[in-house]
T-cell receptor, first 112, second 117 residues
Framework: KAGVTQTPRYLIKTRGQQVTLSCSPI?????VSWYQQTPGQGLQFLFE???????NKGNFPGRFSGRQFSNSRSEMNVSTLELGDSALYLC???????????FGPGTRLTVT | GESVGLHLPTLSVQEGDNSIINCAYS??????FIWYKQESGKGPQFIID?????DKRQGQRVTVLLNKTVKHLSLQIAATQPGDSAVYFC????????????????FGKGTLLTVNP
């Protein structure tokens, strides 16, 4: 069974630009969660989607948004990028959001 | 806000020894706890979980202990191997909303485990 895949793996953007990251969950998994990982703040929850609906949201500004498609694939978007948005963005999938989560390798975003 | 923290940021052990990684949590409403292992360049990998109605759970070479009285979680790794070298995170879940999902993990800062051969 293939694991969680994230694309792209690395990305360099300029302040003010926007970015879209993609996550393909494990086949059969309907819950997708997104996390931001930085050395200073550690792993922080962004949001969780289940059956195309956002069920939970962390404490991030509205510049961070996401969506989930009918095939459970998910995207997250960050608009008006700031230097502080440089981080590893991790996606995790689970069957229904209440059990074991499987993480992808992450997308390393650098904002210059 | 609520947070999960770790007592030791780094832990160095000899190969073959047992390792104990500790974690304190502050949200008494948390009902589900998970330990993750993260190797360099990879996403976190699930190790073991425990629900609040238990105080101990064992896996392969790993044991998680939960003490709800003092809001403390620990991960014990038996016969630590070089391949166990990684950052270990504890996470708690206390997120519930009207949608029914209870999945909103709060992670600790992590402990770096180094295993010396």
């Amino acid at each position: 069974k293939a694991g969680v895949t994230q694309t792209p793996r690395y990305l360099i953007k300029t302040r003010g630009q926007q970015v879209t990251l993609s996550c393909s969950p494990i086949s059969g998994h309907r819950s997708v969660s997104w996390y931001q990982q930085t050395p200073g703040q550690g792993l922080q929850f962004l949001f969780e989607y289940f059956s195309e609906t956002q069920r939970n949201k962390g404490n991030f500004p509205g510049r961070f948004s996401g969506r989930q498609f009918s095939n459970s694939r998910s995207e997250m978007n960050v608009s008006t990028l700031e230097l502080g948005d440089s981080a590893l963005y991790l996606c995790a999938s689970s069957l229904d959001g209440a059990g074991e989560q499987y993480f992808g390798p992450g997308t390393r975003l650098t904002v210059t | 806000g609520e947070s999960v923290g770790l007592h030791l940021p780094t832990l160095s052990v000899q190969e073959g020894d047992n390792s104990i990684i500790n974690c304190a949590y502050s949200n008494s409403a948390s009902d589900y706890f998970i330990w993750y292992k993260q190797e360099s360049g990879k996403g976190p990998q699930f190790i073991i979980d425990i629900r609040s109605n238990m105080d101990k759970r064992q896996g392969q070479r790993v044991t998680v202990l939960l003490n709800k009285t003092v809001k403390h979680l620990s991960l014990q790794i038996a016969a630590t191997q070089p391949g166990d070298s990684a950052v270990y995170f504890c996470a708690e879940n206390a997120g519930k909303n009207s949608g029914g999902s209870n999945y909103k993990l709060t992670f600790g800062k992590g402990t770096l485990l180094t295993v010396n051969p």
